[in-house]
């Protein structure tokens, strides 16, 4: 491969996801095969502002590939969205003579990755690290699977109280904007019901659907809802209020973004890691990469930050149906 490029940098930003230490091994043992230096910036592109960075070995990413979260850390930058902190971050590169940025995370990330790319002409790729699953261009996010086990294993132990104690449990699960993960978790409990930004909730037919079915004598109920839709202390409140069924909840939050990345994390994560670094070396910057039907999938960085999620009308049918 012909490239300019001689050392790329690699940063995670935004929410952390299992699979992020994976991504990171790629670009870097991946770069190195390629005769490319590798810096790790710390703590996303408030690293790049602060001047806050590694050199990357092979030895460095030694036994990550199995760990949750990410080594270079991660965060989230205010000051990155202004000019003045772009133009930092322009400047660190440019002192650390760094030619191509990798960088994992989700549509804010993307967002940034973009701006240096059009604005400053840094040539950059992104690779999907979110568990919310939510950007185009890609059937899986890194993390996105992890965090749906680690969902649905802690609702089914809630099913067996929920069951015993003759109780209405409402599941708080994670997704601000997107309701992927809650319709995954609520397919795969069997779950009675389901509430996501992408459908406006009825919750005076649900009451009417819990109330009816205490009647014929159904003694536990879950519903799964997004965190941006509804808190899960409320709706239970409401529901008891509506009801006068007993209701709890239970907030599943950050621990889906914890734990060792199951094997398809581990696996995308290295196959988009690998390709990242590939793109850049090719010339193909301002990209993400992404896999469709098992192929890597290049789309624009522009692109890639909002994914239509037709086939939710599916999920909610299916539910719907189940219950």
Known sequence: MASKIKKIGVLCSGGDGPGMNAAVRAVVRSGINYG???EGIMR???????NDMMEMGPRSVSGIIGRGGTIIKTARSPE???????????????KHKIDALVVVGG???YLGANELYSKWGIPTVGIPGTIDNDLH??????????????ALEAIDKVRDTAHSMERIFIVEVMGNRSGYIAMQVAMGSGAEDVVVPEFKPDYSAMCDRITKGAKRGKISWIIVVSEGVVKAASLAESITTMTGLETRSVVLGHVQRGGNPCALDRILSTRLGVAAVEELLKGNAGKAIGVIQDKINIVPLVDARKRPFAEFNEYYRLITMMR
């Open 36 to 38: 490319l230096k590798v």
């Open 137 to 150: 261009g890609t059937d899986q996010t890194i993390g996105c699977n992890t965090a749906i086990n680690t």
């Open 107 to 109: 549509d804010g990330s």
């Open 80 to 94: 990155f969205r202004t000019e003045k902190g772009q133009q930092k971050a322009v400047n660190t590169l440019k």
């Open 44 to 50: 996303g592109y408030q690293g790049l502002i602060d």
